[in-house]
């Protein structure tokens, strides 16, 4: 799709409203429904070519499947709020990213 401001605007907002709403319900919600959520904001990530949005929800997905009770989502999180807001051209910054996440976790 093409990139353009205002919508993007829309999307990211739309993204953002969903993170929060998963967030808030993820305890809740059966690893099926929560990860079905989670493809749904990666897909609308991946149309408008937000990669590190991709990345770091399939990053999520993996570790929420490996320890469903102890995975320290709120991370997880943090970091796909952070890039919501990378421009379509931002995928070096998914490694990064997930980096912050493990040294996060072994703090």
């Not at 998963?22 to 990669?51: C, E, N």
């Not at 949005?53 to 997880?76: F, K, S, T």
Request: charged fraction near 25%.
């Amino acid at each position: 799709m093409q990139w353009d401001e205002d919508g993007v605007n829309v999307v990211r907002a739309d993204l953002h409203d969903r993170l929060d709403m998963l967030q808030k319900a993820g305890a809740k919600l059966t690893m099926r429904d929560f990860v079905s959520q989670l493809a749904t904001i990666r897909t609308i990530a991946g149309a408008y070519g937000m990669i590190p949005v991709v990345c770091l929800a399939e990053a999520l997905e993996r570790a929420v499947r490996n320890q469903p009770r102890g995975c320290p989502a709120d991370i997880y999180f943090e970091r796909l709020r952070d890039a919501v807001g990378c421009g379509p051209t931002a995928a070096t910054v998914s490694e990064p990213m997930l980096a912050t996440i493990s040294l996060r976790m072994r703090a």
